[in-house]
């Protein structure tokens, strides 16, 4: 996440949490029951779901956030939306700047009684190690809630009418060989050849189980989420271009001129549908 701190990259982060209220919200009242006391977001973001956090421990009596990113200034904008409507007699929120590699500072972290960690794990050269250290966090019986893996999102019709239909499928896979080269040329890459499941069981967690949810926004979208598809975009042709025949590199390019007729914020016919899900394992009472 090197390039967080541009203003496209905290907007790409505050629209994503836009998209994802509704769910987040709903899992966050799940999640945080009237036991829970000390609730850990690891990679916290733009503090979308920090602020849904916060609100289900006021609601629950109260309790301690912590929140915990690698950049100082996206715990100040996650700490804010978070505290923005939650007492703070009620809610003590804290900040914690580091890296999840980092054995010593996992060590200031407090023990908790629910860890959430949405998409940070396969940034990490060694994901089971990082499960480890995240199960390793929890107080007897707390859970830790990952999200990792789900279905790809969809923003565009099949056929745009110019270019060769499926080009979301394209870029989907070319996408995804960008990921494996990412994958490999992290320093000290360790495979992880099964699944979540068996990641969370590996890491001495019970209960291990998993939820999916749906972000769907049909067309036509609103003019803020038109945004947000230019952004994906935007982000697929950063990590694609390269690797894109030249008509879909065309198409592409197209679709993200605002100066051009295929403008796709001018399209009424884009949608945002995406699964996300969470994998949910208890460490032993």
Request: net charge negative.
């Amino acid at each position: 996440m090197a390039d967080y701190d541009s203003g496209e990259w905290l907007a790409r982060l505050r629209q994503h949490d836009e998209l994802t209220a509704h769910t987040h919200r709903t899992l966050a009242e799940s999640l945080v029951t009237g036991s829970t006391e000390v609730v850990l977001d690891i990679g916290c973001g733009a503090g979308g779901m920090s602020a849904h956090l916060a609100r289900a421990l006021a609601a629950r009596g109260g309790g301690t956030l912590v929140l915990f990113d690698t950049k100082e200034e996206l715990l100040r904008v996650a700490a804010t939306h978070a505290q923005s409507d939650i007492d703070p007699a009620v809610v003590k929120i804290e900040k914690v700047p580091g890296d999840l590699a980092d054995p010593a500072v996992l060590a200031t972290l407090p023990r908790a009684d629910l860890v959430w960690a949405s998409r940070v794990v396969h940034h990490l050269p060694d994901q089971q190690r990082a499960v480890d250290d995240l199960a390793a966090l929890l107080r007897p019986g707390g859970t830790l809630a990952m999200v990792e893996g789900g279905l790809p999102i969809r923003v565009l019709p099949w056929d745009l009418g110019f270019g060769i239909p499926g080009l979301e499928e394209r870029l989907a896979a070319t996408r995804d060989a960008w990921f494996c080269r990412l994958r490999q040329d992290l320093d000290g890459a360790v495979p992880l050849p099964y699944g979540w499941n068996l990641v969370l069981a590996k890491a001495g967690l019970t209960g291990v189980t998993a939820r999916s949810f749906i972000t769907d926004h049909p067309a036509p979208l609103p003019e803020s989420l038109r945004a947000a598809v230019v952004h994906r975009l935007n982000w697929l042709k950063d990590v694609t271009i390269d690797a894109l025949s030249e008509t879909d590199r065309t198409t592409l390019l197209r679709l993200l001129d605002p100066a051009d007729d295929a403008y796709v914020a001018n399209r009424e016919d884009t949608y945002w549908l995406a699964g996300d899900t969470v994998h949910l394992g208890s460490a032993p009472s």
